[in-house]
């Protein structure tokens, strides 16, 4: 799986707009990207994933580049509830791809009032 | 409709010991994945478990084995245990191998002391 690189922590204003950055320069053609978030003390919480089209969900868009090389995730209007670190992972789909997920040291978002 | 549930929550185990951790995946999943989680680290990988065989597995010693039941259910048996050893043991379930879209479980905290 390709490496991703992420800031490892950021503020965000309760209300606004949390955009979230995520490289991965290496990536495959086959690879997708994928976003979960683990609140403290839960279990990490699928977000969105996306191959090169860029993807809306009820709980985030996913904007990838078209060298594919860089992502970001927005939170349109965040809430406290938000609070969480976000982890960016690239992974190939598929059955030989199993369900291993390689977690790095994600971005850790702080949503102040 | 149940999430994934694991047991214990929480237990305390001494160096040495032996520990057996369970879970239940959502209803309507198939295949569960175990991984482990170190306090301020990213989830690590540990094994997936599908039609009840040991599918993948991560970089983790023979002390970490698994069995998945006829329901779906899932154990994780680690032996000897080590200091190192304690962590937050994750549980996650998905419908078939090969999809990055997991649903994680609220784990379980081991304490080896």
């Known amino acids: 799986d390709a490496k991703t690189t992420q800031p490892p922590s950021m503020d965000c204003a309760e209300g606004r707009a949390a955009n979230l950055p995520c490289n991965h320069s290496?990536?495959?053609?086959?690879?997708?990207v994928y976003w979960y978030r683990q609140i403290h003390s839960q279990g990490p919480q699928y977000i969105i994933h996306?191959?090169?089209n860029n993807e809306t969900n009820e709980m985030a868009s996913l904007i990838i580049t078209e060298d594919r090389k860089s992502s970001t995730l927005i939170l349109p209007h965040a809430t406290l509830r938000d609070t969480a670190v976000y982890y960016c992972?690239?992974?190939?789909?598929?059955?030989?791809?199993?369900?291993?997920?390689?977690f790095g040291g994600g971005t850790r978002v702080l949503v102040k009032p | 409709d149940a999430g994934v549930t694991q047991s214990p929550t929480h237990l305390i185990k001494t160096r040495g010991q032996q520990v057996t951790l369970r879970c239940s995946p959502k209803?309507?999943?198939?295949?569960v994945s175990w991984y482990q989680q170190a306090l301020g680290q990213g989830p690590q990988f540990i094994f997936q478990?599908?039609?009840?065989?040991?599918?993948q597995r991560g970089n983790f010693p023979d002390r970490f084995s698994g069995h998945q039941f006829p329901n779906y259910s899932s154990e994780l048996n680690v032996n000897a245990l080590l200091l190192g050893d304690s962590a937050l043991y994750l549980c996650?379930?998905?419908?078939?191998?090969?999809?990055?879209?997991?649903?994680f479980g609220e784990g379980s905290r081991l304490t080896v002391l």
């Open positions: 992972i690239v992974r190939v789909a598929g059955k030989a791809a199993g369900n291993k997920l390689t």
């Open positions: 290496t990536i495959s053609g086959n690879e997708y």
């Open positions: 996650a379930s998905s419908r078939g191998q090969g999809g990055g879209e997991l649903f």
């Open positions: 478990y599908y039609e009840e065989e040991e599918r």
């Open positions: 209803s309507g999943h198939d295949t």
């Open positions: 996306g191959l090169k």
